[in-house]
């Protein structure tokens, strides 16, 4: 049985909320404004990092999300609620992240998982 390399998911979050580039506007105003070093937006990246690692977790062949949980996630990045501080579009609004590009990121990486998983399972099948 052949098996596909195992992906660390903090690099895989990581990737996922690394810019692919920095204009120097957005060095400057983040410096300027220190925002991004308070209380408030560490615990709102700890909670989008935490929905992320879920989330990827779920994809994992053989990891066993409860299917409620995993539910609660999808439906939390795919709401576009913003009346909630903690909603996902108001995480990513007050952490100047493009919360569509987010998504889209995060269906990619699940449709390349469903993909390794479906081509894994055609392999060990043979």
Known sequence: MQSLPAM?????V???LEPAFVLPDQI??????????SAVHRLMLGILRD????????LTPGNRVAAKRLREVVAWFASDDR???????RICEALNLESDYIRS???RQ?????????????????
Not at 83 to 89: A, G, I, K, Q
Not at 110 to 126: K, N, P, Q, S, T
């Open 105 to 107: 990121g995060l269906y």
């Open 51 to 58: 929905a992320v690692d879920l989330y990827l977790k779920a």
């Open 14 to 16: 990581d990737d996922l």
């Open 110 to 126: 699940g449709r390349r998982r469903r993909d390794e998983a479906a081509l894994a399972a055609v392999i060990d099948a043979r």
């Open 83 to 89: 009346n909630w501080p903690f909603s996902f579009e």
């Open 8 to 12: 660390d998911l903090r690099h895989a």
């Open 28 to 37: 400057s105003r983040r410096a300027a404004c220190g925002a991004r070093e």
